[in-house]
């Protein structure tokens, strides 16, 4: 309960932050397009920072152990809901904007404040082993359908400076290297901004909408249920009976971890790749934010869940 109430906390405190961007752009002081240049600024400079910082932490096999538990969770529950949230786009004539905003949550955005607040620093590296496997699939997948590209260009994908960090933050951590307390501090900050960042970022867009037409969208809210139900207990399912919480002493806080990355609302990176790649941002962002809205209510409410059933 101690968890969940925390969780709500937090969540409220981000749905303050998409206030902030609609109340700039409602000032007149920027319009809502403007919100593209901090687009780019959080997918190709924050988010490098949040996965290169994370990585930094001692090597010991407690946390190597936590790392290919939190490593499995990850790409067991993210490539058995694709496959389910593939399904349902087939069977719902779901368009791509609906499917990856059903399929890929907003754990860049959120795990990382959401873990430092409630279980502390330490923890959110095995939150950013989340990130970092879906990062894998939204520089695949998502910008793929979001772009409607007919072929991967891996060349672009290995090259994205978001996979680059990857590699870096993985051979930083196994040769046990640390950055100089300068350069890891500046990242520390840069990588702060992440959460603010990119809520202000859905505010400016939300606030170029006609609310009447979001509100009263009823695919919106099937959207909705979908990210923040169906999801999540699918999920929940998949950590219950791969026992990976009992593989460790601290197993059953890395698999909540795991779990809170998949319950958080739909990606804002989405939106993001809307906007740079032309494809409905408007229509993203109005399902970040009904989904942030209604997280405040749904992400405490599966954290009971899972404390009850793990």
Same mark, same amino acid.
């Given at each position: 309960?101690?968890? %969940? /109430?925390?969780?709500?906390?937090?969540? $409220?405190?981000?749905?303050?932050? /998409?206030?902030?961007?609609?109340?700039?752009?409602?000032?007149?002081?920027?319009?809502?397009?403007? %919100?593209?240049?901090?687009?780019?600024?959080?997918?190709?400079? $924050?988010?490098?920072?949040?996965?290169?910082?994370?990585?930094?932490? !001692?090597?010991?096999?407690?946390?190597?152990?936590?790392?290919?538990?939190?490593?499995?969770?990850?790409?067991?529950?993210?490539?058995?809901?694709?496959?389910?949230?593939?399904?349902?786009?087939?069977?719902?004539?779901?368009?791509? @904007?609906?499917?990856?905003? $059903?399929?890929?949550?907003?754990?860049? +955005?959120?795990? #990382?404040?959401? #873990?430092?607040?409630?279980?502390?620093?330490?923890?959110?590296?095995?939150?950013?082993?989340?990130?970092?496997?879906? &990062? #894998?699939?939204?520089?695949?997948?998502?910008?793929?359908?979001?772009?409607?590209?007919?072929?991967? !260009?891996?060349?672009?994908? /290995?090259?994205? /400076?978001?996979?680059?960090?990857?590699?870096?933050?993985?051979? &930083?951590?196994?040769?046990?290297?640390?950055?100089?307390? !300068?350069? +890891?501090?500046?990242?520390?900050?840069?990588?702060?901004?992440?959460?603010?960042?990119?809520?202000?970022?859905?505010?400016?867009?939300?606030?170029?909408?006609?609310?009447?037409?979001?509100?009263?969208?009823?695919?919106?809210?099937?959207? *909705?249920?979908?990210?923040?139900?169906?999801?999540?207990?699918?999920?929940?399912?998949?950590?219950?009976?791969?026992?990976?919480?009992? &593989?460790?002493?601290?197993?059953?806080?890395?698999?909540?971890? @795991?779990?809170?990355?998949?319950?958080?609302?739909?990606?804002?990176?989405? *939106?993001?790749?809307?906007? #740079?790649?032309? +494809? !409905?941002?408007?229509?993203?962002?109005?399902?970040?934010?009904?989904?942030?809205?209604?997280?405040?209510?749904? =992400?405490?409410?599966?954290? =009971?869940?899972?404390?009850?059933?793990?």
């Amino acid at each position: 309960m101690h968890i %969940s /109430i925390l969780l709500m906390e937090q969540i $409220i405190q981000l749905f303050l932050m /998409i206030f902030m961007g609609f109340l700039i752009v409602k000032a007149k002081l920027l319009n809502s397009e403007d %919100s593209k240049i901090l687009s780019i600024i959080v997918l190709y400079l $924050i988010i490098p920072c949040v996965i290169i910082n994370a990585f930094q932490v !001692d090597y010991t096999p407690q946390t190597v152990k936590g790392l290919l538990i939190a490593l499995v969770g990850s790409v067991m529950t993210q490539v058995i809901l694709l496959i389910v949230v593939s399904i349902l786009g087939r069977v719902f004539h779901l368009n791509e @904007v609906e499917v990856a905003s $059903i399929y890929y949550s907003n754990s860049g +955005n959120l795990i #990382v404040p959401i #873990v430092m607040f409630i279980l502390g620093k330490e923890w959110v590296l095995y939150g950013c082993v989340f990130m970092s496997v879906q &990062l #894998v699939f939204i520089w695949t997948h998502c910008k793929k359908i979001i772009s409607r590209e007919s072929v991967y !260009d891996w060349r672009k994908i /290995i090259l994205n /400076i978001n996979m680059i960090s990857i590699a870096i933050g993985i051979v &930083l951590f196994l040769t046990r290297i640390h950055l100089p307390k !300068d350069i +890891n501090s500046t990242l520390s900050a840069v990588g702060g901004m992440i959460g603010p960042a990119s809520m202000i970022v859905t505010g400016m867009l939300f606030a170029g909408m006609d609310f009447k037409q979001i509100f009263a969208s009823k695919r919106v809210y099937f959207v *909705t249920f979908l990210r923040l139900i169906v999801a999540p207990a699918i999920a929940l399912v998949l950590i219950k009976f791969s026992y990976l919480a009992s &593989l460790s002493s601290n197993g059953p806080k890395i698999m909540l971890i @795991v779990f809170l990355a998949i319950i958080t609302p739909s990606a804002s990176t989405v *939106t993001q790749m809307c906007q #740079v790649y032309g +494809n !409905d941002s408007q229509y993203a962002s109005a399902i970040n934010v009904v989904t942030t809205l209604l997280a405040i209510i749904t =992400m405490p409410l599966m954290v =009971m869940l899972f404390q009850i059933t793990i």
